[in-house]
């Protein structure tokens, strides 16, 4: 493994002129980074961030590659490295891909932010399966009603993400319903939501990024108090 990082850091062309303040505060939000994501078009892997030089390159090693990764060109401009901090923040960073031995991958140290991605609230990483519901009466391009089932792997106070086999596109609409009690007995509220990604996992199924849609205040206040008591976020904090 090391004789396969120094072989990948062996090239001159990665270093890039990048603000050292701004260098220092991107290298302490990968420091501090729970999950990590390497994400290009509709394509997303999940990542370990293995070694990094300050406003260089960062070595990442990726958890399932595949075809898509293999045939991604050299210094791709299109790509982010998404960051889910362990005090429930997320950040995306624009970077390019600028070395590859899969399944370790070298990518450009950002030199930048993505604006408006910064998200203070907390956001917790959960498992829960929910019903999928797509109404014709709510999607104007949808020809019929459909259900299926998802599972919701990732909260926040304006969205989650939801894993599912079920076809869906960016822009539908469609509802879920989240289990908002950590007591034994379930208390579920109905979510209205809009799909603003859609990104193919290994087990072939997607990965939804939803946001929430005429969610009322009420039911938005019990995800926030849902989210602020959970342990693993620090109850009460």
Not at 80 to 92: D, H, N, P, S
Request: charged share 25%; hydrophobic share 40%; aromatic share 8%.
């Amino acid at each position: 493994m090391d004789d396969e990082i120094r072989l990948l850091q062996n090239n001159r062309s990665l270093k890039a002129p990048v603000d050292s303040q701004e260098a220092q505060r991107f290298a302490n939000v990968l420091n501090n980074a729970k999950t990590s994501f390497l994400e290009y078009d509709e394509h997303k892997y999940e990542c370990d961030i293995v070694e990094m030089r300050l406003g260089e390159f960062i070595v990442l090693k990726v958890h399932k590659p595949d075809q898509g990764l293999v045939n991604v060109p050299l210094r791709y401009d299109f790509c982010k490295l998404r960051v889910f901090t362990v005090q429930g923040k997320v950040y995306i960073f624009p970077t390019s891909i600028v070395q590859k031995k899969i399944p370790l991958m070298v990518i450009a140290f950002p030199e930048k932010e993505e604006p408006g991605f910064v998200r203070t609230g907390k956001r917790l990483f959960v498992r829960q399966s929910t019903p999928i519901i797509l109404r014709k009466k709510e999607n104007l391009l949808v020809p019929r009603d459909a259900t299926a089932v998802g599972t919701i792997t990732d909260l926040s106070e304006g969205g989650c993400s939801v894993i599912s086999r079920m076809p869906l596109t960016k822009g539908d609409k469609i509802r879920i319903f989240l289990n908002v009690s950590h007591e034994k007995e379930a208390r579920n509220v109905e979510l209205f939501c809009i799909i603003r990604r859609a990104a193919p996992t290994p087990d072939g199924q997607v990965e939804y990024g939803l946001a929430w849609h005429e969610v009322s205040e009420s039911v938005k206040a019990d995800i926030k108090n849902f989210l602020t008591r959970h342990p693993s976020l620090g109850a009460g904090g």
